[in-house]
């Protein structure tokens, strides 16, 4: 899929912004779509990014959902071929929605404000070519024209990700609570049963033999998903177990991706040597609605190498699979048993049990690439930058051979060092570049910046307290980092203030300097503008 157009209003500071998603043509090799949302802090580009994902969630539920007025286009593969998908939610218009499928995409010159009065006009929307479907008349289920999937990650706070991900009616509050209630981190159902009966409240305690889990709404397969920090892991599993895979079962069908390869080995990681699961084992607890699920989790138990038991509840298993012993045919095996044997499918697998409870954690044991006949490495002994850089690659791989998927990605590269900010955009590529998808990336990295052209690049800034969309005035693919910081970021300088400061005294004569100091000072000055200043103050006062 490919973003064309979205206006979002009354979110502020987003009173009313319109945003033209421009394709950079000269990249014909590339079937991606990439875009920056970039801007000083307070301009909302988080408010944006989550306008947007929440937009797509309203369709995917309900569009009667949307609380906001929207509008969105953006094209799709519909049977085989690229098409037009129109929505818009305009309450103080009527009727106020209106759906459109253009059966061949809208070319880039639409006047998008023209089109939405259009199709809502019977006069002028038999002209266009398609026959729009206006307020209730607009399909309960959009499903079909949806991302496959949705997918969204944020390195910031996720509460307010997770309450427009997972918002439901809490009720009234307690207005008391008592600690004496409380019970300690995995506290389970038999040991609730046992607390009752010691208490003597017998009927109780019988009452919660017959207790299942409730059943929870299961969305299509297109659904949105939000990745929480505490998921890294599992897409790790995920693209690496896969990345694994195709190494082993040496097939000219399904080769090795060798950036990938690249990137593993940037943090001593050759190949994976077992993979344990830690899993919450109770499945007289397990909810109907879970069967197909416990199904795979007793194929799992049955195919793993060792299966270790809790000594202390005997409620926990820890399932260990050797995947140096038989390699592609233990890991292939391993795969089809997680859903794969695309990565984005073993994902949502590792995610759902993580999420009823049953997938408590997983380690992986690997063989360092330093010394590939030697030492083993644990993936939870790499240092947190290692891990975090892993994790968010991995989310990038989890989308491999997805087309018309939409990553939206909050701010990826904080705690990134400038390597990595630097190979950023490229990774991207090299993960998704053939396939017909969108990523979304809000960014604070001028580094991250000079991989992009202007044209994909939506640049925010702050007029008299609301938030405006201005052009990009510099061209910034190739371009010096320093110069997106002053003409993107509005940095005031492209180097420190302490160093700016006492540079600016020195070659404006606010501090004296002796021909022996400025020779001193030359030593210790870095390339740039204040180094070429002195070293002409220098040749005037013949100390160089």
């Not at 008391?176 to 159902?189: F, H, R």
């Not at 890991?331 to 049990?353: A, H, K, Q």
């Amino acid at each position: 899929m490919q973003l064309r157009y979205f206006r979002l209003c009354h979110r502020r500071p987003l009173e009313d912004v319109q945003i033209i998603f421009q394709r950079e043509r000269l990249l014909q090799e590339q079937q991606l779509a990439i875009h920056f949302v970039v801007g000083v802090n307070g301009t909302g580009k988080t408010r944006l990014l989550q306008a947007l994902a929440e937009t797509f969630i309203a369709l995917e539920t309900d569009p009667k959902n949307l609380s906001i007025p929207v509008t969105l286009a953006y094209d799709r593969q519909i049977e085989q071929k690229n098409q037009t998908i129109y929505f818009d939610y305009s309450p103080d218009l009527q009727p106020a929605r209106a759906f459109a499928l253009f059966e061949t995409p809208l070319p880039p010159d639409t006047d998008w404000s023209k089109l939405a009065q259009g199709l809502r006009n019977p006069d002028t929307a038999t002209k266009l070519n398609t026959k729009p479907r206006l307020g209730d008349d607009v399909p309960d289920d959009l499903t079909p024209f949806l991302p496959r999937p949705l997918l969204v990650y944020t390195s910031g706070d996720s509460s307010s990700w997770d309450l427009l991900f997972n918002s439901q009616d809490w009720g009234d509050s307690p207005t008391e609570i008592s600690l004496e209630n409380e019970t300690p981190p995995d506290w389970d159902i038999a040991q609730q049963r046992d607390a009752l009966r010691t208490s003597g409240l017998l009927k109780d305690a019988e009452l919660l033999r017959t207790y299942v889990e409730p059943e929870t709404e299961t969305r299509s397969p297109h659904a949105s998903v939000f990745l929480a920090p505490e998921q890294l892991k599992l897409a790790v599993c995920a693209v690496t177990l896969e990345h694994a895979w195709r190494e082993w079962q040496s097939s000219t069908s399904y080769p090795p991706d060798k950036n990938l390869q690249s990137i593993l080995q940037e943090v001593d990681w050759r190949e994976p040597l077992t993979l344990t699961f830690n899993l919450n084992f109770q499945p007289d607890q397990w909810s109907q609605s879970f069967q197909n699920d416990a199904e795979k989790i007793y194929r799992l138990y049955h195919q793993a190498t060792t299966v270790r038991r809790d000594p202390g509840t005997g409620k926990r298993r820890q399932l260990v699979f050797d995947l140096g012993r038989t390699r592609a045919e233990e890991t292939s095996t391993l795969l089809e048993l997680l859903g794969g044997p695309t990565p984005i499918e073993v994902f949502n697998t590792l995610r759902r049990w993580q999420q009823a409870g049953i997938l408590n954690d997983l380690s992986i044991t690997l063989h360092k690439h330093s010394e590939p006949t030697g030492d083993l490495l644990l993936f939870d002994w790499l240092s947190d930058g290692e891990r975090l850089f892993l994790g968010r690659i991995a989310v990038f791989y989890l989308l491999r051979g997805r087309d018309d998927a939409l990553l939206i990605l909050d701010e990826p590269e904080n705690h990134f060092n400038d390597y990595w900010k630097h190979k950023l955009v490229d990774i991207l590529a090299d993960a998704l570049g053939q396939q017909q998808s969108e990523v979304l990336i809000s960014t604070h990295s001028s580094i991250a910046l000079t991989d992009v052209f202007a044209d994909e690049i939506i640049l925010l800034k702050k007029r008299d307290g609301e938030t405006i969309v201005v052009p990009v005035p510099i061209p910034t693919f190739g371009a010096d980092p320093s110069e997106i910081m002053i003409r993107v970021f509005d940095s005031p300088d492209s180097i420190g203030k302490r160093a700016y400061e006492y540079l600016e005294r020195l070659v404006t004569g606010g501090t004296p300097l002796e021909s022996a100091e400025i020779k001193e000072w030359m030593k210790k000055i870095g390339a740039g503008y204040y180094r070429s200043e002195l070293r002409n103050l220098g040749k005037d006062r013949n100390a160089l």
